[in-house]
């Protein structure tokens, strides 16, 4: 598959609940992927095309089809944590996703 973008190395996380020993619990987050993807920041006008989207998305991932893949998951790319918004499998082919992004810190 060619994936379109400057190809960089991102880490894909999910979150799982541990017990913090008293009663209680806290959400953590595990590496469920070190990928090289397609990462792509969003311009101006693309924002404006995603209509009432465009606040909450800010970056598309291109990449490989996995299909452990979550709406909850988190890419962590240059010190930077994007929340996934939206995952999409063209055509429903299987063969790449692309994922929409919200950079949250």
Do not use: C, W
Not at 58 to 77: L, W
Request: aromatic residues 8%.
């Amino acid at each position: 598959m060619n994936i379109p973008g400057p190809k960089v190395s991102v880490v894909i996380r999910y979150v799982t609940s541990v017990s913090d020993g008293m009663g209680g619990y806290t959400d953590t987050y595990t590496t469920r992927h070190t990928l090289n993807v397609g990462f792509h920041s969003l311009t101006a006008q693309e924002r404006l095309m995603a209509g009432r989207e465009s606040a909450l998305i800010t970056n598309r991932v291109f990449m490989e089809y996995k299909s452990d893949i979550e709406q909850s998951d988190e890419v962590v790319y240059d010190g930077q944590t994007y929340e996934v918004v939206a995952i999409v499998d063209p055509a429903q082919k299987h063969k790449h996703l692309e994922l929409d992004l919200r950079l949250v810190k």
